[in-house]
């Protein structure tokens, strides 16, 4: 397969700059440009026009551009030129939901309305007769203004060569039996963060009994009812008592019966679905349904096993779910009659419940989250379509609920459901702050007071303390070189070591940059940065740096009594540091350091259009 004859700096129909590649998957590469008219970025998939595979994007990118829905990146343009076979769709900003499940899953009212959102489109695309083809969480995405987009629409499958799909390497379906059976694995990834649908997502695999995924309640503690029954008509297929979801659209109405939507179309009446037992696959008595009707009981609901068919697995993993169904509706039903094979009483469904209250908001990326080698990452193997949207930039408040006004006051529930006394201890930790700067003042004041020896010459004395200080005064110290430093685990040894010379250039108009990382740089790898050499060991009292963009995370580090270059971080150790940095900052350690080498070491990088990028002007060193 040859290379495509692009780069970055080609401009594609007079028009699209390409900026950064972001994946190239078997000479189909993906890159992030610029539409130099309205000033914007997009995405632009490239092949080379001899590539098999070049007549079928074409093709696949007109066929997209003819489904209108707005959950879909638009079709830009598509053609062939220059040997060369593109497709440009608008850019997205967010992040993808197998990064969002890196984090946990989702609460249940949150994970069923990402999966209706998604199947609204689908639904949309289906009565077209367009398939998405390759429906994976890695191609769903919840953007920064809390929508749901997707991504790789018709395109992704194409460029996989692939026109069916498989489930667990081995059943078969087609493209559009493929995404109504990965809807129902969507919305299962998002109640218990595992995956059971086609085979390609770095998500982990869901636990499998008798050749079928567990149900959620199986995996999870606290999934409810009604979801658990959705994802079972899904995904249980047929053959067990289950009334099956088989359009994408009858998986849509029964979302939104659940999250709410009065626009839904109801389902009607399916009838009751029996349970599967947890253990041995046999369907007990218990039965589940999504429409408010009669429910009967009969058999014996303990079973051959003892106990509630539903329980959660031995041997699986349980959760504390954000929002249990401590008040299940459908629980066992009374007894009726002495003997173990007595008919249980017949019973009325209630009204639904009330929505399920969103949990307490937690960070998408904690700052002891675990750090993963950029070159290691599971997805670096999987089409990486849009992996430059995954930025951690999604909204406090996103889903079913996000445009719920605020109770009065202007606070949400997250905020007035604290614990009891907590706003004592703020108005006792508000008042110890006070008193500390009252105290901190009186010191100073009387520090000030007494700098003058009694009996002595106020001048004299001073002319002491004058030659005292500059004695002390920090003094620039000659920086010998200066290079890139990006080790093992996550760097592979060069971060464009050419343009490092320039941030000891004495121009802060020039500037060493670090790569654009499509992820926040924590999850790629520690750090990067650059290693300055002074020449001979001085006793560094501070170093200043001039640095590009808002929000910099950077450590000063020394390797104290080092001969030779550091190559590894362990051989470094901290000595100073600043968190959210702007363009200017100093970085001083409590005491001079004496050292002949240092580590100007970036730990969190600045946003930038498309990513993340560090970018250090200008480094002065003092002694």
Not at 171 to 193: F, I, K, M, R, S
């Amino acid at each position: 397969m040859p290379d495509t004859p692009v780069g970055p700096g080609t401009v594609l129909a007079g028009r699209f700059v390409l900026e950064d590649l972001v994946a190239d998957t078997e000479g189909a590469r993906f890159w992030r440009a610029t539409d130099k008219i309205l000033a914007r970025s997009v995405a632009v998939h490239v092949i080379d026009s001899s590539d098999p595979r070049a007549a079928g994007l074409l093709s696949a990118a007109r066929t997209s551009a003819t489904v209108t829905d707005g959950h879909l990146l638009r079709v830009l343009d598509a053609a062939t030129a220059d040997d060369v076979t593109y497709v440009v769709n608008e850019w997205g900003h967010g992040m993808s939901l197998d990064r969002l499940l890196a984090e946990g899953p989702l609460s249940p009212r949150r994970a069923a309305w990402v999966a209706k959102e998604v199947a609204e489109a689908i639904s949309t695309a289906h009565r077209a007769g367009i398939a998405h083809g390759r429906l994976l969480p890695e191609n769903v995405m919840v953007t920064e203004s809390g929508s749901v987009k997707l991504i790789g629409f018709v395109v992704d499958a194409v460029l996989q060569g692939r026109d069916t799909a498989t489930v667990r390497g081995e059943q078969t379906l087609e493209e559009h039996e493929a995404d109504v059976v990965n809807l129902g694995a969507l919305l299962y990834a998002g109640l218990v963060g595992r995956w059971p649908g086609t085979d390609g997502s770095v998500i982990p695999a869901a636990p499998v009994e008798h050749g079928r995924p567990l149900r959620p309640r199986q995996v999870r503690a606290g999934v409810p009812r009604p979801l658990d029954a959705i994802c079972e008509r899904v995904l249980g297929g047929n053959g067990h008592g289950v009334v099956p979801l088989e359009t994408a659209h009858e998986v849509y109405a029964a979302l939104c019966d659940y999250v709410g939507d009065p626009t839904a179309a109801p389902l009607g009446d399916t009838g009751p679905m029996p349970a599967v037992d947890g253990d041995t696959g046999e369907q007990p008595g218990e039965a589940t349904q999504l429409s408010p009707g009669p429910l009967v009981e009969t058999g014996d609901v303990a079973g051959a096993n003892g106990g509630d068919p539903e329980r959660t697995q031995v041997g699986v993993p349980r959760f504390d779910d954000d929002a249990a169904d401590a008040d299940d509706p459908d629980g066992p039903a009374a007894p009726s009659g002495d003997g173990p094979e007595s008919t249980r009483v017949v019973r009325t469904a209630p009204p639904p419940p009330p929505p399920f209250p969103e949990p307490e908001e937690r960070p998408l990326f904690a700052s002891d989250a675990p750090r993963r080698p950029r070159d290691t990452d599971p997805l670096a193997s999987t089409p990486a379509t849009y992996r430059t949207a995954t930025h951690a930039t999604i909204p406090p408040a996103w889903g079913p609920d996000a445009d719920t006004p605020p109770p009065a006051g202007g606070r949400r529930r997250a905020d007035v459901d604290e614990p009891p006394g907590r706003s004592w201890l703020r108005l006792a930790a508000a008042l110890a702050g006070v008193l500390v700067l009252v105290l901190a003042i009186v010191f100073a004041f009387n520090l000030g007071r007494g700098s003058v020896l009694p009996g002595g010459d106020d001048e004299a004395q001073s002319g002491t303390q004058t030659e005292g200080a500059s004695k002390q005064t920090p003094k620039p110290v000659e920086v010998a070189s200066v290079s890139d430093f990006d080790p093992p685990p996550g760097g592979n040894g060069e971060e464009n070591a050419e343009t490092a010379p320039l941030a000891v250039d004495g121009n802060p108009t020039t500037a060493w940059r670090t790569s654009t990382y499509y992820d926040p740089l924590s999850l790629q790898k520690p750090g990067v940065g650059l290693l300055v050499d002074l020449g001979k060991a001085v006793d560094v009292s501070d170093v200043q740096l001039t640095l590009i963009g808002q929000g910099t995370d950077v450590e000063l580090r020394a390797a104290p009594g080092a001969d030779a270059a550091p190559t590894a971080l362990a051989q470094t150790e901290r000595v100073a540091a600043a968190a959210g940095a702007g363009t200017d900052v100093t970085l001083a350690p409590k005491q001079a350091v004496k050292t002949r080498f240092l580590l100007v070491w970036l730990t969190d990088l600045p946003t930038v259009d498309g990513g993340y990028r560090g970018e250090v002007a200008e480094i002065g060193v003092r002694a």
